[in-house]
């Protein structure tokens, strides 16, 4: 039976189960009288270990790790929604080594993707990671912060108001990446929002010879806040989901243009010409690139459909909004009518 167990994510814990819960094994005398016998201290080891090193399993082929910038690393997620196929991991996870340790941006959709990305990183460094930011309350941002806490990080920050909806829903989330991506990739992952360091607007972080990271709440948009990461010494900004690059952004109904816009405004503030930004999705660019991508696409849209408020059209038909240009762009099938059917119904309220 253990010679055919294919699935990567099933440790030893997990084999121990099977073993006890298999029928024969549990007619067996042998089996009740040594196996089960020693199970609740072998379990209990199990579970000590899986505590200490974080994440017990195979490393995932997730997207390998680009060098951007020096010492800046980034893993591009896949353009899509998450699936058992991409393991969950649709958006970016991002590492900066600095003179005192190493910053990652977002802690991972799971478990899982946490260590093998932490594995793919150590291929760069052998500095310890120390400080992890999760842009928002998403779960492809949280669900993956329990292995940093368990293998030692001490500083976990999350927005204030986005760590109590996270805390509040953990359970809802984690049902529903259960669900979506799979039991067993998902099962690791614990509540961590106790564990973070919470703040409301700006908070900065000191990485050692001179240089800051500030972790800053741009404000709302694609969810109700969003915490950003600039670092000045190297002119990059971490635009968490306000921004997008090749993937068509979405707008939810949760969200709002109109604050997004803003917010995108205020990030901006803190550009150049040679400002480099890592969007929440899709490839690293220079920033005017991403503001193309996302602010400019939802600029022309939101015209688009003031022009058809004013020729009587209705949210029903905001189908019929040429869109056509952007359906090349990954999601846009998904998202272009809902984008356009939440531009209207904000407009309209």
Do not use: C
Request: glycine residues 8%.
């Amino acid at each position: 039976m253990i010679n055919k167990l294919k699935n990567p994510f099933i440790n030893l814990a997990t084999i121990s189960v099977l073993l006890l819960t298999n029928p024969a094994a549990a007619s067996s005398s042998v089996y009740a009288d040594s196996f089960s016998e020693a199970y609740p201290d072998y379990a209990t080891e199990v579970s000590a270990l899986e505590k200490k090193l974080g994440y017990i399993g195979k490393t995932l082929p997730i997207p390998k790790l680009q060098k951007i910038a020096p010492g800046v690393y980034t893993s591009v997620g896949s353009m899509i929604w998450g699936t058992p196929g991409n393991f969950g991991f649709n958006n970016n996870m991002s590492a900066v080594i600095f003179e005192d340790g190493v910053f990652v941006y977002n802690s991972g959709p799971n478990e899982a993707v946490a260590y093998s990305f932490h594995q793919a990183l150590k291929k760069f460094t052998n500095k310890p990671v120390k400080w992890v930011a999760i842009e928002n309350y998403q779960g492809h941002a949280n669900m993956g912060a329990s292995y940093w806490r368990d293998i030692g990080v001490k500083n976990i920050y999350s927005e204030k108001a986005a760590t109590q909806y996270w805390n509040k829903n953990f359970a809802k989330s984690k049902r529903r990446y259960t669900r979506s991506i799979g039991s067993v990739i998902n099962s690791y992952s614990t509540n961590a929002a106790k564990d973070y360091t919470t703040f409301e607007n700006q908070i900065t972080i000191d990485v050692g010879k001179g240089e800051h990271v500030q972790l800053i709440n741009f404000g709302g948009g694609h969810t109700p806040t969003m915490t950003g990461a600039y670092i000045p010494s190297r002119n990059i900004i971490f635009s968490g989901d306000l921004g997008f690059n090749e993937r068509l952004p979405g707008l939810f109904e949760d969200g709002s243009y109109v604050e997004w816009m803003e917010s995108f405004d205020k990030m901006m503030v803190l550009t150049n010409q040679d400002t480099l930004m890592i969007p929440g999705h899709g490839n690293p660019a220079n920033a005017q690139v991403i503001k193309k991508q996302t602010y400019d696409y939802f600029v022309e849209l939101a015209q688009q459909v003031k022009e058809f408020m004013k020729q009587g059209g209705t949210v029903d038909d905001v189908k019929n909004i040429d869109q056509s240009k952007h359906k090349d762009r990954p999601a846009y099938k998904e998202l272009y009518e809902r984008n356009a059917r939440n531009i209207y119904n904000e407009l309209n309220r």
